[in-house]
């Protein structure tokens, strides 16, 4: 009788589970919130820190102002998603309206707790000298920040802040906010063609520039 040789099973493959996603693609991909063009951890997401021993100095001014001055490390509690966020040597400005609340607990020490808003003023590449706009265009972001605040607090709706984007050389030049705390920067500004689906920035055509132009003039 014949023997057959049994032929051996190919071996399984390994598939990646449906559902999971590459996180650091999907972190520094561009998002969109309410029209503005971003990178970075979703609108939505929360970060914990834990900050090292600081120095916090202050001085009286007014009787009811102080000005102050407060360095420290501060700590990711977890871990930033491997192959995102900002190079190192990245540096962020950011707009703090925050209520501090302290309580007395002996001559010498008081328990602490702050609650507020942080708002991103400009950021400074790793490679770069200069900050990502001028002292006056980032007075005027402050600005922008602290009307909007007083809106809020009066009761008032948000003015909403459309995306920065232009034209160059027949693609749309969009510049996405550079996002702080350990988000991603992403390119300055990245070429994206009209069709492009992952930044849905609306594009007008040089006819329709030309009509309102007429337009405008007549009603002169």
Known sequence: MKRHMAIPAPPRMKTRKKGKRDIA???????QHNGQVYTGAKVGRGQKWRYDQGEWKERKITPDKWEFN???TKR???????GSGAPV????HWYI???????KINANDYTTSMTGRKYKVAHKRASKETWSSTERAQNQRVIMFLEEMLRELKGQAPVPQPSKSKRVNGHLRVRANANGDGDGVSERARRVKPS????PVAATSKASRAT???TTRRGH
């Open 25 to 31: 693609a999907t972190y520094n991909a561009f998002k």
């Open 70 to 72: 407060y360095e420290v």
């Open 76 to 82: 990711r509690a977890g871990h930033a998603p491997e």
């Open 89 to 92: 040597g990245t540096e962020y």
């Open 97 to 103: 309206l925050a209520h501090q609340v302290v309580k």
């Open 196 to 199: 492009s689906r992952n930044v």
């Open 212 to 214: 309102t132009s007429r």
